[in-house]
């Protein structure tokens, strides 16, 4: 089975800095998704950005990037010039592509804090 | 229309109460999620739609009674829950197989007293 750890519950950043997020994960399929997904107080789950195992290149949204490592199956965030509005709970995320990609693995989640 | 649309946003129910938790996506999504989620904590998968018909069940108690009556809809029927049953409820959609992850609705936080 797939796991998600997020070895950082809780992490602060000061308001324009920049902060990284870890996620590592474990698989044994060579063909999968990883997502990276904020929740705010509102509740709501919201999409930051998701990658595709297959690609080698970094995805990056805005401010926004992550630093993917197929070998060593790591996953970070990187938000760069932190707003107010960043604070928020995030979840790091799997979805295999066989037979069971329906599904989102999630990790536990860091606590995200920014500091005016 | 890019939403997941979820009702009732909070619901408080007794323990022998019957109500209905419902869900709405129009963006032609042929998979639909039902997640339960406590207080900082991920959000745990219950039920897969796919293509209206359920797909995964993940060992969820029957007194939570998934339905989908067309491709647009989505409910979880609640009957005789217990307090450790409260929670938020989210609802997700996505395009099948596809790879652009979940559409996630604001979620039902549910009490059950």
């Known amino acids: 089975a797939q796991t998600v750890t997020q070895s950082q519950p809780e992490m602060s950043v000061q308001e324009a800095e920049t902060v990284t997020l870890s996620c590592t994960y474990d698989?044994?399929?060579?063909?999968?998704?990883l997502f990276w997904y904020k929740q705010p107080p509102s509740r709501q789950m919201i999409l930051v950005i998701r990658?595709?195992?297959?690609?080698?290149q970094n995805a990056t949204e805005n401010r926004f990037s992550v630093n993917f490592q197929k070998a060593a199956k790591s996953f970070s965030l990187k938000i760069s010039d932190s707003q107010l509005g960043d604070a928020a709970m995030y979840f790091c995320?799997?979805?295999?592509?066989?037979?069971?990609?329906?599904?989102?693995?999630f990790g536990k989640g860091t606590l995200l804090t920014v500091n005016p | 229309d890019t939403e997941v649309t979820q009702t009732p946003k909070h619901l408080v129910m007794g323990m022998t109460n019957k109500k209905s938790l419902k869900c709405e996506q129009h963006?032609?999504?042929?998979?639909m999620y039902w997640y339960k989620q406590k207080a900082k904590k991920p959000p745990e998968l219950m039920f897969v739609?796919?293509?209206?018909?359920?797909?995964i069940n993940e060992s969820v108690p029957s007194r939570f009674s998934p339905e989908c009556p067309n491709s647009s809809l989505l409910n979880l029927h609640l009957h005789a829950l217990q307090p450790e049953d409260s929670a938020l409820y989210l609802c997700?959609?996505?395009?099948?197989?596809?790879?652009?992850?979940?559409?996630f609705g604001s979620g039902t936080r549910l009490t059950v007293v």
């Open positions: 739609y796919s293509y209206e018909k359920l797909s």
């Open positions: 997700a959609s996505s395009q099948g197989q596809s790879p652009y992850g979940y559409t």
């Open positions: 963006m032609g999504h042929r998979a």
């Open positions: 698989t044994s399929e060579s063909d999968y998704y």
């Open positions: 995320a799997y979805r295999g592509s066989g037979g069971s990609n329906y599904k989102l693995t």
């Open positions: 990658q595709e195992a297959y690609k080698q």
